[in-house]
């Protein structure tokens, strides 16, 4: 069974300023647009020393794991839009609790993004076998086809 990435991130992704308010009990931040959107924050970030945080699971846009390194200032403080953003935008992606375990791939879907076992997935994609082909043959023979 497939895990949708969504579920693997290391921190809460919110949909709106609004969400993100009723979430935490905070006003959100305003929107900077000079900086990707980044719909998340990593409450443990500001008891670090560091002025740059790294999060070792990160699955970019087009589907790589690898780490993720920021400014402390950007992993404490989510930019969450309040409406249509224009042009060009980015959108820095919550970190993952994990990476891939052996045996698994990232594959795209029209649902969305999901890590599937590849066994799963070769069972998923099969297709037809000798029985069935012979079967069908055997239809074909009956219907004149």
Sequence with gaps: MPIPITELYLFRRFNSPQE????????????????????????DAENSPDLFITYPYH????????????PKAWATT?????????????EVLPPLRRGLEPGEIIKK??????????DELEQTQQ??????RDLLRRIARKLGV
């Excluded at 879907?109 to 590849?118: A, C, E, K, L, Q």
Aim: hydrophobic fraction near 40%; charged fraction near 15%.
């Design 20 to 43: 993100y308010e009723a979430e935490t009990g905070r006003p959100c931040p305003p929107f900077d647009p000079k900086r990707p959107i980044q719909a998340w924050f990593d409450p």
């Design 59 to 70: 699955m970019s846009r087009d589907g790589v794991i690898a780490p993720l390194t920021i």
């Design 78 to 90: 989510p930019n969450i839009p309040s409406g249509a953003v224009s042009g060009i935008v980015l």
């Design 109 to 118: 879907t029209p649902f969305g993004v999901s890590i599937w076992r590849v």
């Design 127 to 132: 297709g037809f076998t000798n029985a069935d």
